[in-house]
């Protein structure tokens, strides 16, 4: 059984391998943007290679950066650019791509704003969508999605990862210091939420003494605050909140009303109060010194209003209520049925019987499996990185001169003092402030790859240890400078003391990979929130997902066990 | 330079001291080795004879004094005022005319013995590797260890390690062998190979200085033996007269004692 599963994860490593190798390339070229390709051919100094490239190129462009979730437009996916293989140029220079409109969203949780169409994979849907779709459309330029962690919308915006932040940005006068608002294009208010079967809780006020959940930097938090004596448990996803309030762990929830109404409606077991609490505008945020972007789309919204358009979405998604109709001074009868809405709800009551739930799990793979080939990427390319690193950093601390040796300490002991996550975001949002910008895999694979050599620089450096200082006056005395005989006699005999726990560091690293996610990478733990979280389906798609990472694992197990068998021919037992 | 009215000799030491750690070790010792001796240097456990040997290949850096060999030479006057990198350079084309054997078996384990031989030259020399190995196996006919040259050092008794210690030293082409003990981890019975094949360098005219315990090899077979005690070279003797009639009482009293043991 071993034997099989080994040869199974050894033909998925192919692959895997395979692919990246594909992709290497395509990544190091600038993808140009959709319209520039039009006039490429006849600047181009060879007129009979572009028109058999270009197509070749876009191709390869589109298996390897397929976004995980694909952008709304499935059909035209080929014009599509992925923020994660975007490079930095394209991140930073959005506004020079005029075919396109890069928006910040995170599809985690995000129903009924944007998230993944549970029919089709791949697909974007839900209200804002629509709304973005109208603005594109009105712009004459393509929205194109880019993920980014919810709390994280507005520093990816001040960090130009795109040019606007959607879904549910309240606008309110804290948040409009540091961005630009658009007119509110929805009106809501908070909804309170209570199980079905307890009258404990009838009104906010009652919430008094009462365990309730909110969301993470939410209105809800600060009313709730005021109101003071409450239990406050703040989520980062709307999903567990009703579950626990089903499970018993909350008395009442109070989030937004759309949040409440798409995942509080269809559960049997939840009950709304009646009372509105708060007022809520949304608004797209702008970067403060865009004004022209924002001018454009106020007008847009404003004409969106006026013609009744927004109203037919809103009420498509079941989200017109008298707030907004007072709000657009309209108060007429509905320009749609709730289709979406009653969608989402066909979906969330239906019970799959087990070849249903089988073919959507073989419908994931597709989308798992980028988000492994990403966390694959990232853990590749930050391993090499940290070996490299860490062999230089061993060497100097080992055998550089003290003040060398030193700073090579220095940077061990600062890396492994502080966490990989604060690494990651000073790499990502605070470096660009004294002009250093990597791309969000780069600053995945920079941010891993130098935490990661401060461990392997210890490893190595057991390792130099370990080997008696013999064997280096030995060399010297062969008249081998010291670079030569750390080279071709320390090194190698350091290297098979040191495979095992460098192996142990990179399957460490595989399952660190996931904190990517936070800067806006939807590698194979992101895809699997996600997932989960749009299904529903925590244990399943969890049980997939923790294959997949054993599968990419046991290759560089396997590897190192008959690497290490390899060099035990040469070293019987543990040197003397 | 002052040219001495003799021919030069190989190896020369003047006024070499060193100490670790504000500890003496060798005290303005001064020695001069003519091409083709056979020099065996005794004394008691930390009279300085392994350290000197060091310090003739700078594998440690003598604190001030001169070493020369084969006309590189190293000066220093004070190693306060001249920091140990100013040396680097001069210590490395220094250690490139002296060969080397440990009193530690310290072939490196990870390699063959013909890899073990053709590494130096490889990348220090830069030889070809056909030219490489045909001087290997030149040089392990010699030892008498043609046979084992696939072999891992683990593979090998100790005193065939040695023998293809020596090799390995010699295929840098040295103008000068050094021995550091090159037989006392070594099974009694295993010593005798060792030795002869010293002994056949000597016959051949190779320039060599042993550190040793082996009484009997150092009698039979050294033009000279050098008695160090306490960092000083005490007498320098031909070797019956040391053993029959030394000069010095010390001398006398570290073979009497010696003999009385062995």
């Known amino acids: 059984m071993n034997g099989s599963l080994f040869r199974a994860s050894g033909a998925l490593l192919a692959v895997m391998l395979l692919l990246l190798a594909l992709a290497a390339p395509a990544r190091a070229q600038t993808d140009p943007p959709a319209d520039g390709g039009v006039a490429a051919p006849a600047a181009t100094p060879e007129p009979e290679t572009p028109e058999a490239e270009s197509p070749v190129a876009e191709e390869e462009e589109e298996e390897q950066e397929g976004v995980p979730i694909t952008p709304e437009m499935a059909a035209e996916a080929e014009e599509t650019v992925e923020y994660t293989d975007a490079d930095f140029a394209e991140v930073e220079a959005p506004a020079a791509d005029a075919g396109i409109l890069r928006y910040g969203a995170d599809l985690e949780g995000g129903v009924p704003y944007i998230y993944d169409d549970p029919e089709s994979p791949g697909a974007l849907i839900g209200f804002e969508v629509e709304i973005m779709d109208h603005i594109g459309e009105k712009l004459s330029r393509k929205p194109v999605f880019v993920q980014n962690d919810w709390d994280k919308l507005i520093p990816g915006l001040n960090r130009d990862l795109y040019e606007m932040a959607i879904q549910g940005q309240e606008i309110t006068p804290e948040h409009e210091e540091a961005v630009a608002f658009s007119v509110p294009y929805y009106v809501t208010a908070l909804q309170l939420c209570v199980p079905q079967d307890t009258f404990a809780v009838s009104s906010l006020a009652d919430c008094r003494g009462k365990t309730v959940g909110v969301l993470k930097a939410s209105l809800s938090y600060y009313i709730l605050a005021d109101l003071g004596g409450v239990d406050i448990r703040a989520y980062s996803t709307e999903v567990n909140g009703f579950n626990d309030l089903e499970n018993g762990r909350l008395d009442a929830v109070l989030f937004d009303g759309p949040v409440a109404l798409y995942y509080g409606g269809p559960r049997p077991g939840v009950k709304f109060i009646k009372q509105e609490i708060g007022r809520i505008s949304y608004g797209f945020a702008f970067p403060a010194d865009d004004p022209d972007l924002l001018a454009r789309v106020n007008e847009i919204l404003m004409e969106m209003r006026g013609n009744g358009e927004l109203r037919r979405i809103l009420d498509r998604w079941n989200l017109w209520n008298p707030l907004v109709a007072a709000e657009f001074g309209d108060y007429g009868p509905p320009k749609s049925d709730p289709v979406m809405y009653d969608q989402w709800v066909a979906q969330q009551g239906r019970v799959s019987g087990f070849s249903e739930k089988l073919k959507r799990y073989i419908g994931f793979l597709p989308v798992l499996g980028k988000g492994a080939l990403l966390t694959l990427e990232v853990s590749l390319l930050s391993m090499l990185l940290a070996i490299v690193l860490g062999f230089f950093l061993a060497t100097v601390r080992v055998y550089a001169p003290r003040p060398l040796s030193l700073l090579a300490t220095l940077y061990i002991e600062i890396i492994r003092g502080t966490p990989v996550l604060i690494q990651l975001f000073f790499i990502f949002y605070g470096l660009p402030s004294i002009g250093i910008r990597f791309s969000p895999f780069w600053a995945g694979v920079v941010g891993l790859g130098m935490n990661y050599a401060a461990y392997e620089a210890e490893n190595y450096r057991a390792g130099f240890i370990s080997v008696p200082h013999s064997q280096m006056e030995a060399a010297l005395a062969l008249a081998m400078s010291r670079w030569q005989s750390i080279r071709h006699v320390i090194a190698p005999q350091a290297f098979r003391v040191v495979l095992p726990p460098v192996t142990n560091d990179f399957i460490s690293l595989l399952k660190d990979s996931s904190l990517v996610s936070i800067i806006t990478m939807i590698e194979l733990t992101k895809t699997y929130q996600m997932l989960a979280i749009t299904y529903y389906d925590y244990f399943g798609t969890g049980l997939m997902v923790a294959a997949i990472y054993l599968l990419l694992g046991l290759p560089f197990v396997r590897l190192a066990r008959w690497t290490e068998k390899k060099l035990a021919v040469a070293h019987p037992g543990v040197r003397r | ?262």
């Open chain 2, 1 to 262: 330079m002052a040219v001495s009215e003799q021919a030069a000799p190989l190896i020369s030491v003047e006024r070499l001291t060193k100490s670790f750690d504000g500890h003496p070790v060798l005290r303005d010792v001064t020695l001069q080795i003519e091409e083709g001796d056979l020099v065996s240097v005794i004394g008691p456990s930390g009279c300085g004879k392994t350290t000197l040997l060091r310090c003739i290949n700078c594998l440690e850096l003598l604190d001030s004094g001169r070493v020369c060999v084969a006309g590189v030479a190293l000066e220093r006057q004070d190693r306060h005022t001249q920091p140990d990198r100013l040396f680097a350079d001069q210590a490395h084309r220094l250690r490139a005319e002296v060969g080397m054997v440990f009193q530690s078996l310290n072939l490196f384990p990870h390699k063959t013995i013909l890899e073990n031989i053709i590494l130096a030259p490889m990348i220090v020399k830069n030889e070809p590797k056909d030219a490489a190995v045909a001087n290997a196996r030149r040089l392990l006919a010699k030892v008498g260890l043609s046979k084992h040259e696939n072999r891992h050092p683990h593979q090998l008794s100790g005193g065939q390690q040695q023998r293809a210690a020596i090799a390995r030293a010699l295929a840098m082409n040295p103008k000068v062998m050094l021995y550091d003990e090159p037989t006392s981890a070594l099974d009694p019975e295993l010593v005798d190979e060792v030795l002869q094949v010293m002994r056949d360098l000597d016959n051949e005219g190779m320039t060599q200085v042993v550190v040793t315990h082996e009484m009997r090899f150092a009698r039979n077979a050294s033009d000279y033996i050098v008695y160090m005690e306490h960092g000083e070279i005490v007498e320098i003797s031909d070797e019956d007269e040391i053993f029959i009639n030394p000069k010095d009482d010390r001398t006398r009293r570290f073979l009497r004692q010696f003999m009385e043991t062995a």
